[in-house]
């Protein structure tokens, strides 16, 4: 997916953002938030953060940066710190694959469901490792190619319409886990059947 195709389809779901996918992607959002062990004075990058549904979840004692490429987006995203006074978090507008940040910025990266949105995750898995600190955590929500090998050869056969709508259908979980360089400490599904995944990993550097 091309950089100005992603901007101008988030720009359009800016609008609508919320009441379509906060159902299916605040769970998942919710636990891994939950489960990340965020200490006072923690510094944590939320990478793609668009319309801001994981702000809420993040304890007050830390600091939050999120980065979106939509600026429309992320204007969604300010109302909600805004509005609900949220003086711990700070936005801007930047692309995940170009991060304007010192080496070593962060304690923790929360990645959800952006992976499978950008024209290379792994350019953007290379920043994320470089601006978390080493023996930080990252930790990646997203749609993987399922492990069925029916299921999958759907998904593949799929992929061309899920890029014109907005993300690729075909990511391989453990090729991503692989070429992300990422030292993986769990991964975990909601549900059995569960089309997300969490994948919680440690930054090794
Ligand atoms: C499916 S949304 C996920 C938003 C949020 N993380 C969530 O889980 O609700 C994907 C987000 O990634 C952002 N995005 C896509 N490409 C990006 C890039 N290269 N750099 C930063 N953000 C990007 C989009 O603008 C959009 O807000």
Not at 35 to 41: A, E, L
Not at 43 to 61: I, N
Not at 99 to 110: G, I, R, T
Not at 166 to 179: A, K, M, P, Q
């Amino acid at each position: 997916m091309e950089l100005e195709a992603v901007k101008k389809i988030y720009a359009i779901y800016s609008n609508v953002y919320d009441a379509v996918f906060k159902r299916f992607f605040y769970p998942r959002i919710s636990y891994a938030i939950k489960s990340m062990d965020i200490r006072p004075g923690d510094r944590v990058l939320d990478v793609g953060v668009g319309t801001g549904l994981s702000l809420e979840l993040f304890p007050r004692h830390c600091k939050v940066v999120g980065i979106n490429l939509s600026g429309e987006m992320l204007r969604k995203a300010k109302k909600k710190v805004n509005t609900n006074s949220m003086d711990n978090v700070e936005l801007y507008e930047m692309d995940a694959m170009n991060v304007d940040f010192e080496d070593d910025s962060f304690d923790k990266v929360f990645i959800s469901h952006v992976v499978s949105v950008v024209p290379d995750p792994y350019r953007v898995m290379k920043e994320v490792r470089r601006v978390c600190k080493s023996g930080g955590q990252v930790v990646v929500v997203n749609h993987f190619k399922s492990r069925n090998k029916l299921v999958a050869g759907f998904e593949e056969l799929f992929n061309p319409i899920s890029k014109k709508i907005g993300w690729r259908s075909d990511l391989s979980r453990d090729e991503f886990i692989d070429r992300a360089h990422l030292n993986v400490n769990k991964c975990y599904k909601l549900r059995k059947l569960d089309f997300w995944e969490i994948v919680f990993a440690t930054n090794v550097k």
